[in-house]
Nanobody
Framework: QVQLVESGGGLVQAGGSLRLSCTAS????????LAWFRQAPGKDREFVAS????????YYADSVKGRFTISRDNAKNTVYLQMNSLKPEDTAVYYC???????????????WGQGTQVTVSS
């Protein structure tokens, strides 16, 4: 069982930056593909970014490409999401997830954190 704990959310003005972190309890952290998803009120959970087991491959949603960067530090059992040039439409609860296959599908990730709120004011 992998336990994931997100941190780093908060309130920021449009154009600002935040860095989210997600730390796992699992010693075999490097065995998992990691991803960030987000869910705004009244909307489905949507893919944001994913990263392969050793960080060699990353994928991004078109809406965040060029503004967000996903990275991981396997020695610290942590995955990060650096978010720059934030927009009000980025407002959502952000979740990290762990799975075995790198893709954009919610159902492919078996383990989830509790989420952290990101609010971008205009």
């Amino acid at each position: 069982q992998v336990q994931l704990v997100e941190s780093g959310g908060g309130l920021v003005q449009a154009g600002g930056s935040l860095r989210l972190s997600c730390t796992a309890s699992e010693r075999t952290f490097s065995s998992y593909v990691l991803a960030w998803f987000r869910q705004a009120p009244g909307k489905d959970r949507e893919f944001v970014a994913s990263i392969s087991r050793f960080g060699l491959t990353t994928y991004y949603a078109d809406s965040v490409k060029g503004r967000f960067t996903i990275s991981r530090d396997n020695a610290k059992n942590t995955v990060y999401l650096q978010m720059n040039s934030l927009k009000p439409e980025d407002t959502a609860v952000y979740y990290c997830a762990a799975g075995l296959g790198i893709n954009r599908n919610v159902d492919s990730y078996a383990y989830w954190g509790q989420g952290t709120q990101v609010t971008v004011s205009s």
